[in-house]
């Protein structure tokens, strides 16, 4: 602001200068005028005669002397001021310069002009006091308007700096309000339509996914704190009861195949704890090599139909030969073991599972379908979110852990696929994996 009134004050000073410049030097050509195109009736005039009826229509406080390029005085000076001393500088082409009479400020042009045929050399002087008076007056306008809009400015500044900043502070408050024990809570969404309504509602956003991650992990812990002491207990049980007397053979064989599947079961459990942390972290270290799919599914099927046959469920195997994928061997056999395991868990005794492989275009399609009990519409979008489980009662002997299907999502992710599941509750499950095949020249070069 303060420069600005600079500018605007000297470029003011700049146009009063210019334009008294101008006003000398149209007088100056008028007095050329005057005396070069007089009448033929006025030749006998003498010239200083001439020039001062020009003076007689300038104005009275204008200064006007005209002299012979040699110094003769032709005209003297118009005015009352007897002591005013001209400029010693000669100047043939227009040149203006400031003088001061007393108190008085004059604007003065000196140029050689030709008065009847004869050069000599104008200097003419004219008041700018006016000029003074406007700039002193601008200048005092400045100051005292200046100052006051810088104070008009700031306090401007902090009622809209503290209205736009308001929001921001409700919001910081109720931020410094929420734990992690209490995420239910939300912060104030400011009406404003602008980046901070926005940022609030984003930040609500966050914080329902963090209560629902919190509450999933806090859920998950308990089961699996349960899990752990169940399969603990059971083992422990099973030993002491062993030991209180002598037991038979087949008895002690009993008891000990009871501990190998609870560990068999726990290391299940571990196993999915450890591919949930790899998912974490291995997303982009997955070694990818040539994988004949075809005998991963019917190998893996084949291991797995032991475990059907103890329930009496039959399992149908359809699997086109030859399919080649780009993924990871091992990855791949506990992809197709966490579908069919599903299926057999959460398929009733005397149930039909069916595992078919065939291509469409250019993928590889694995479809797993089973009789079972079925998921809940509102369950089929989150059962692959870590940590779910769809059966409420979270029975052991099927609810699992909850990691199964975000690890085969993650898989299936890992290998540029995709992975989605379709159910009637009490009527059964499908689920469908598309993998990309390898291209035959491909297949050649890995």
């Known amino acids: 602001?303060?420069?600005?009134?600079?500018?605007?004050?000297?470029?003011?000073?700049?146009?009063?200068?210019?334009?008294?410049?101008?006003t000398l030097q149209r007088r100056v050509d008028r007095l050329t005028h005057f005396v070069n195109d007089a009448p033929q009736s006025t030749t006998t005039v003498p010239l200083p005669v001439l020039?001062?009826?020009?003076?007689?229509?300038?104005?009275?406080?204008?200064?006007?002397?005209?002299?012979?390029?040699?110094?003769r005085s032709i005209y003297p000076y118009k005015g009352d001021i007897k002591d005013f001393s001209w400029p010693a500088e000669r100047c043939d082409l227009p040149c203006f310069s400031m003088v001061k009479i007393e108190t008085k400020h004059m604007r003065l042009i000196q140029q050689v002009i030709t008065l009847r045929g004869e050069k000599v050399r104008v200097t003419l002087a004219g008041q700018v006091d006016e000029h003074y008076d406007i700039l002193r007056m601008v200048r005092n306008s400045y100051l005292v308007s200046i100052p006051l809009l810088l104070v008009i400015s700031v306090i401007?500044?902090?009622?809209?700096?503290?209205?736009?900043?308001?929001?921001?502070?409700?919001?910081?408050?109720?931020?410094?309000?929420?734990?992690?024990?209490?995420?239910?809570?939300?912060?104030?969404?400011?009406?404003?339509?602008?980046?901070?309504?926005?940022?609030?509602?984003?930040?609500?956003?966050?914080?329902?996914?963090?209560?629902?991650?919190?509450?999933?992990?806090?859920?998950?812990?308990?089961?699996?704190?349960?899990?752990?002491?169940?399969?603990?207990?059971?083992?422990?049980?099973?030993?002491?009861?062993?030991?209180?007397?002598?037991?038979?053979?087949?008895?002690?064989?009993?008891?000990?195949?009871?501990?190998?599947?609870?560990?068999?079961?726990?290391?299940?459990?571990?196993?999915?704890?450890?591919?949930?942390?790899?998912?974490?972290v291995e997303q982009e270290n997955i070694q990818l090599c040539r994988v004949p799919l075809s005998e991963v599914v019917e190998e893996t099927c084949t291991h797995l139909q032991a475990r059907a046959e103890v329930k009496q469920q039959s399992v149908g195997i359809g699997v086109e030969a030859d399919r080649w994928v780009?993924?990871?061997?091992?990855?791949?056999?506990?992809?197709?073991t966490i579908l069919v395991d599903n299926a057999i868990k959460y398929t009733p005794p005397s149930g039909e599972i069916s595992v078919l492989l065939y291509s469409e275009q250019t993928n590889a399609t694995l479809e797993i379908t089973d009789t079972g009990i079925g998921i809940a519409a509102h369950d089929i979008d989150k059962i692959f979110n870590r940590f779910y489980r769809a059966d409420t009662?979270?029975?052991?002997?099927?609810?699992?852990?909850?990691?199964?299907?975000?690890?085969?999502?993650?898989?299936?992710d890992a290998h540029r696929g995709t992975i989605s599941a379709k159910s009637d509750p009490m009527n059964g499950t499908s689920f469908l994996v598309t993998l990309p095949l390898l291209a035959p020249e491909a297949e050649e070069t890995l």
């Not at 020009?54 to 110094?71: A, C, K, M, N, Y």
């Not at 806090?218 to 007397?245: E, N």
């Not at 990855?331 to 197709?336: E, N, Q």
């Not at 979270?394 to 085969?408: C, M």
Request: contains cysteine; hydrophobic residues 40%; proline residues 3%.
């Open 1 to 22: 602001m303060g420069t600005l009134g600079a500018f605007s004050f000297f470029y003011l000073r700049r146009a009063l200068a210019s334009s008294r410049e101008h």
């Open 51 to 71: 020039i001062h009826q020009f003076s007689t229509v300038i104005p009275e406080s204008d200064l006007l002397r005209i002299s012979s390029l040699d110094g």
């Open 156 to 280: 401007g500044g902090l009622l809209l700096a503290n209205r736009t900043l308001e929001p921001i502070d409700r919001m910081t408050r109720a931020a410094q309000t929420i734990s992690i024990r209490d995420l239910r809570k939300r912060l104030p969404v400011p009406p404003t339509g602008d980046e901070v309504q926005r940022f609030a509602v984003a930040w609500n956003e966050l914080l329902a996914r963090l209560e629902t991650a919190v509450e999933s992990l806090t859920q998950f812990t308990a089961d699996i704190s349960h899990d752990l002491r169940t399969t603990l207990t059971v083992m422990l049980a099973t030993a002491q009861i062993s030991m209180k007397r002598e037991r038979t053979p087949s008895e002690y064989q009993k008891a000990l195949q009871t501990i190998m599947l609870e560990c068999e079961a726990t290391t299940q459990l571990l196993d999915d704890l450890l591919a949930a942390s790899r998912a974490d």
């Open 326 to 336: 780009e993924g990871n061997l091992s990855l791949l056999r506990r992809l197709v």
């Open 393 to 412: 009662s979270r029975n052991r002997d099927q609810g699992g852990a909850g990691l199964g299907l975000s690890i085969a999502k993650w898989i299936v």
